[in-house]
């Protein structure tokens, strides 16, 4: 961590949406500055308590970052623990039933997740020798990894200086750098996000942002709204999402069912219910066994 003197007081940062964010400039001593008030924030009000925080462990940081895609930080902390206990390594996690793997899912949603986490693990296991790949493209070849979670794997389990943007990191750089703006542009954001990159430790950096972006949505209007990335999440109440959760946890309490008798306890619409159990199974979810699905074994 940098040294401590002329840090900014917390208190200074504008965060009540009341009143106008501190702006920074594209300046090295913009940049200086900004990087201070972001480590000294973390140093004050950090979430240092999250279980992935105190491990290097390449396969318990992959999974962390997987769970941390489309899930509140609180649900994960509850079902990270009992995943690496049931899985704890790529080996078991590689060879492990698949309906075990979504017993152990369950609550958390986007189960697809859970089958990319597992082609995650064999991959590793038959191609890499069970050792976790440490570069950006090769880990962005994996299912279920993109660029920005193959950054965050880099800079978490082996503390490499990547440049990668992803939402709570977006917000910062907007509120901080391009507040007064609209259709900001993720190419331009890049760059900053370059210059300000804590290169004594960048683990610990990411880590700063990230918090630093999730207490940004908690009080002040969503800075995101001001990317030209932006997207506003759809509900999930009558979606689609909702459906395929409750197909595979009745099979998960049921074994296998006739697709008639899962329409019949969904109560949903037969085409629709129909549509989803084929797109289950083409995802490699569930197969049909003469007259039932199942989960895949």
Same mark, same amino acid.
């Given at each position: 961590?940098?040294?401590? !003197?002329? *840090?900014?007081?917390?208190?200074?940062m504008?965060?009540?949406?009341?009143?106008?964010?501190?702006?920074?400039?594209?300046?090295?001593q913009?940049?200086?500055?900004?990087?201070? #008030?972001v480590?000294? $924030?973390? /140093?004050q009000?950090?979430?240092?308590? #999250?279980?992935?925080? $105190?491990?290097t462990?390449?396969y318990?940081i992959?999974?962390?970052?997987? #769970?941390?895609?489309?899930t509140?930080? /609180?649900?994960?902390?509850?079902k990270y623990?009992?995943?690496?206990?049931? =899985?704890?390594?790529?080996t078991a996690?590689?060879?492990?039933?698949?309906?075990?793997?979504?017993?152990?899912?369950?609550?958390?949603?986007?189960?697809r997740?859970? @089958?990319?986490? %597992?082609?995650?693990?064999?991959r590793?296991?038959?191609?890499f020798?069970?050792i976790l790949?440490?570069?950006?493209e090769t880990?962005?070849?994996?299912p279920?990894i +993109?660029?920005?979670?193959? &950054?965050?794997?880099?800079?978490?389990?082996f503390?490499?200086p990547?440049? =990668?943007?992803?939402?709570?990191?977006?917000?910062? =750089?907007?509120?901080?750098?391009f507040h007064?703006?609209?259709?900001?542009?993720?190419?331009?954001?890049?760059?900053?996000?370059? !210059?300000?990159?804590?290169?004594?430790d960048?683990?610990?950096?990411?880590?700063?942002?990230?918090?630093?972006?999730?207490l940004? *949505?908690?009080?002040?209007?969503?800075?995101?709204?001001? &990317?030209?990335?932006?997207? *506003?999440?759809?509900?999930?109440?009558?979606?689609?999402?909702?459906?395929r +959760? %409750?197909?595979?946890k009745?099979?998960?309490?049921?074994g296998g069912?006739?697709?008639?008798?899962?329409?019949?306890?969904? +109560?949903?619409e037969? &085409?629709?219910?129909?549509?989803?159990?084929?797109?289950?199974?083409?995802?490699? =979810? @569930?197969?049909?066994?003469?007259?039932?699905?199942?989960?895949?074994?």
């Open positions: 961590m940098p040294a401590r !003197k002329n *840090k900014p007081e917390t208190k200074q504008h965060l009540d949406g009341t009143t106008p964010p501190i702006s920074f400039e594209d300046s090295e913009g940049i200086a500055a900004f990087r201070q #008030m480590l000294s $924030h973390y /140093e009000s950090g979430r240092h308590d #999250m279980p992935w925080r $105190h491990t462990d390449p318990h992959l999974v962390s970052e997987i #769970m941390l895609q489309q509140q930080v /609180e649900r994960v902390t509850i623990p009992e995943f690496i206990a049931a =899985f704890p390594d790529f996690l590689a060879h492990a039933p698949l309906a075990d793997i979504l017993r152990v899912w369950q609550g958390m949603g986007y189960n997740r859970a @089958i990319a986490l %597992q082609k995650c693990a064999i590793v296991t038959e191609e020798r069970g790949p440490r570069d950006v880990l962005a070849t994996f279920g +993109g660029h920005a979670t193959a &950054s965050s794997i880099a800079a978490f389990a503390n490499l990547v440049v =990668f943007i992803e939402t709570n990191i977006r917000r910062v =750089f907007i509120h901080y750098f007064d703006r609209d259709a900001v542009r993720d190419d331009e954001i890049l760059p900053l996000v370059g !210059k300000a990159l804590y290169l004594d960048p683990r610990v950096w990411y880590w700063a942002l990230m918090d630093l972006g999730t940004l *949505k908690k009080s002040v209007p969503n800075p995101n709204r001001k &990317s030209v990335h932006y997207t *506003k999440q759809s509900a999930f109440e009558g979606s689609d999402r909702r459906i +959760g %409750q197909v595979l009745l099979l998960l309490s049921r069912t006739a697709p008639a008798a899962i329409v019949r306890e969904l +109560g949903e037969k &085409s629709r219910v129909l549509r989803i159990l084929a797109e289950l199974e083409d995802e490699g =979810f @569930i197969r049909k066994t003469g007259t039932k699905i199942m989960l895949v074994s």
